[in-house]
C-alpha cells in the first residue's frame, strides 16, 4: 500500500510515497509546519482517515506540546536534582558548627 502524505492538501511543495507494508516498525510519524499548528488538527485527522478508517492516531498534537510531554521526566529529575543540591548547601553549615 503507498500513501501519499499530502493527501488533502495539494498546494503542499512536497511529496513522500512510503511502501508501508514493507515498514518494519509498527508505527508512522508525521510532521507538518504550519503558522497555525492547531488549524491542521482536524484536516489531519480527516487526511489520515481517507487513508485507513481503522487507523488509531496517538500523540497527536504540536512538537511543542509532544516536546514537553517526551522531556517532562527529565525536567522533573533535574528539579528533585536541584532540590537535593539546596538542601545539601542549608544543611552543610550547620554540620561543620558540630
Same mark, same amino acid.
Given at each position: =500500500?503507498?500513501?501519499? $502524505?499530502? *493527501?488533502?492538501?495539494?498546494?503542499?511543495?512536497?511529496?513522500?510515497?512510503?511502501? /508501508?507494508?514493507?515498514?518494519?516498525?509498527?508505527?508512522?510519524?508525521?510532521?507538518?509546519?504550519?503558522?497555525?499548528?492547531?488549524? /491542521?488538527?482536524?484536516? =489531519?485527522?480527516?487526511?489520515?482517515?481517507? /487513508?485507513?478508517?481503522?487507523?488509531?492516531?496517538?500523540?497527536?498534537?504540536?512538537?511543542?506540546?509532544?516536546?514537553?510531554?517526551?522531556?517532562?521526566? *527529565?525536567? =522533573?529529575?533535574?528539579?528533585? $536534582?536541584?532540590?537535593?543540591?539546596?538542601?545539601?548547601?542549608?544543611?552543610?553549615?550547620?554540620?561543620?558548627?558540630?
Amino acid at each position: =500500500m503507498w500513501a501519499p $502524505l499530502s *493527501a488533502s492538501f495539494p498546494t503542499t511543495p512536497f511529496q513522500v510515497y512510503i511502501p /508501508l507494508a514493507q515498514e518494519t516498525w509498527n508505527y508512522v510519524t508525521v510532521a507538518v509546519s504550519s503558522a497555525r499548528p492547531e488549524a /491542521l488538527t482536524q484536516p =489531519m485527522r480527516q487526511a489520515i482517515a481517507a /487513508l485507513d478508517p481503522q487507523l488509531a492516531i496517538q500523540q497527536f498534537g504540536t512538537i511543542r506540546e509532544v516536546t514537553k510531554l517526551v522531556t517532562a521526566s *527529565a525536567e =522533573m529529575f533535574s528539579t528533585v $536534582l536541584v532540590c537535593f543540591a539546596l538542601l545539601g548547601l542549608f544543611l552543610a553549615p550547620s554540620a561543620c558548627m558540630v
